[in-house]
């Protein structure tokens, strides 16, 4: 079982920046890929950033790609997602998942395990 919790988000302007994190408990966390999603409103969950098992590989959906960074620290259990050059297109919940695979990213029935989510609002 591997249980998550995100914390980090809020009220940003635009070209702000966010660091959300993403807290596990569990023994098997190290062994887990993890993912990062979002649900815009009137939107289906979308996948934003993947990092696998080891942090070796890291995947962008394009829309944030150059503007957020996906890291992990094993040893603290902890998944981070580092938002810069905010849109308002970016407000939205986002949710860190646990993947035992970390191969296909976009697909939501790939991961085990989901937070709860932590609200990022972009504002004008």
């Known amino acids: 079982q591997v249980q998550l919790v995100e914390s980090g988000g809020g009220l940003v302007q635009a070209g702000g920046s966010l660091r959300l994190s993403c807290a596990a408990s569990g023994r098997t966390f190290s062994s887990y890929a993890m993912g990062w999603f979002r649900r815009a409103p009137g939107k289906e969950r979308e996948f934003v950033a993947g990092i696998t098992w080891s942090g070796a590989g890291t995947y962008y959906a394009p829309s944030v790609k150059g503007r957020f960074t996906i890291s992990r620290d094993q040893a603290k259990n902890t998944v981070y997602l580092q938002m810069n050059s905010l849109k308002l297109e970016d407000t939205a919940i986002y949710y860190c998942?646990?993947?035992?695979?970390?191969?296909?990213?976009?697909?939501?029935?790939?991961?085990?395990?989901w937070g709860q989510g932590t609200q990022v609002t972009v504002s004008s």
């Open positions: 998942a646990a993947c035992p695979y970390g191969s296909n990213w976009y697909n939501r029935l790939e991961y085990d395990y």
